[in-house]
């Protein structure tokens, strides 16, 4: 079982920045691929930036030279640098843990999810 924790999130006026935290319990945090995602009012979950084990990364199309993934493992925690938000950014932002085991077996794990509100 693993446990996120998100911080960072809030009100911000457009083109100003944000710095989301996910804590995550567990001991085999480097192991997992850890994602943002983000929902909207009316709008289903998207994926915002994802980064593996491996340190592969990848964003959607509309945060790309935004936003910025990172990720500690000594910390067991991963980051999403948030700059020159847009009204559109406005969402509630979820942090997934994401496991495959060796027999195939998928793990995901959620957190309670911070709300971040682009407003002038």
């Known amino acids: 079982q693993v446990q996120l924790v998100e911080s960072g999130g809030g009100l911000v006026e457009p083109g100003g920045s944000l710095r989301l935290s996910c804590a995550a319990s567990?001991?085999?945090?480097?192991?997992?691929?850890m994602g943002w995602y983000r929902q909207a009012p009316g709008k289903q979950r998207e994926l915002v930036a994802g980064?593996?084990?491996?340190?592969?990364?990848n964003y959607v199309d509309s945060v790309k030279g935004r936003f910025t993934i990172s990720r500690d493992n000594a910390k067991n925690t991963v980051y999403l640098q948030m700059n020159s938000l847009k009204f559109e950014d406005t969402a509630v932002y979820y942090c997934?843990?994401?496991?495959?085991?060796?027999?195939?077996?998928?793990?995901?794990?959620w957190g309670q999810g911070t709300q971040v509100t682009v407003s002038s």
């Open positions: 997934n843990a994401h496991y495959v085991t060796v027999s195939g077996f998928g793990y995901d794990y």
């Open positions: 567990g001991s085999i945090f480097s192991m997992y691929t």
């Open positions: 980064i593996t084990s491996g340190l592969r990364i």
